[in-house]
């Protein structure tokens, strides 16, 4: 799935890097805290989904590599940050939708979760199912 399909499966509107709209989407993954996401991704090509929309954001995908970051339920963050995603090459998305409706529209049209990292407790439980 590339950005563009992304936009239209969502209702979506690109931002900033519009010109990236080709832009291959391996998985997503949806969080407000970005100490989630730094904590729990593990591969690059990964679309966040977020309510959170300040220039952290855009650090954050620019330091993970993420294919973009789309932001939810009518958010949008001031011309400062997308100016900086703009010359960072982070595309910035922005759609009325829920965060739940999104995630599972982009899930149920084949868009799999971001692999993660383990969580905590499945340090201690060698028995844990693997993630």
Do not use: W
Not at 14 to 29: K, M, T, W
Not at 64 to 73: C, E, N, P, T, Y
Not at 111 to 128: N, Q, T, V
């Amino acid at each position: 799935m590339n950005l563009r399909e992304v936009a239209e499966l969502v209702g979506a509107r690109f931002l900033a890097g519009a010109d990236l709209a080709d832009r291959e989407v391996r998985a997503a993954c949806a969080a407000d805290l970005l100490s989630d996401v730094l904590a729990m991704v593990r591969e690059e090509g990964v679309l966040l989904i977020t309510g959170t929309v300040t220039a952290q954001v855009v650090r954050v995908a620019e330091v993970m590599s993420l294919a973009g970051v789309v932001f939810v339920r009518g958010k949008l963050p001031a011309k400062p940050t997308v100016d900086y995603a703009a010359a960072a090459g982070i595309p910035l998305l922005a759609t009325p939708r829920t965060m739940y409706e999104t995630c599972g529209i982009l899930y149920t049209r084949g868009l799999p979760p971001a692999k993660r990292k383990p969580f905590p407790y499945e340090h201690d439980h060698p028995s844990s199912p693997p993630p």
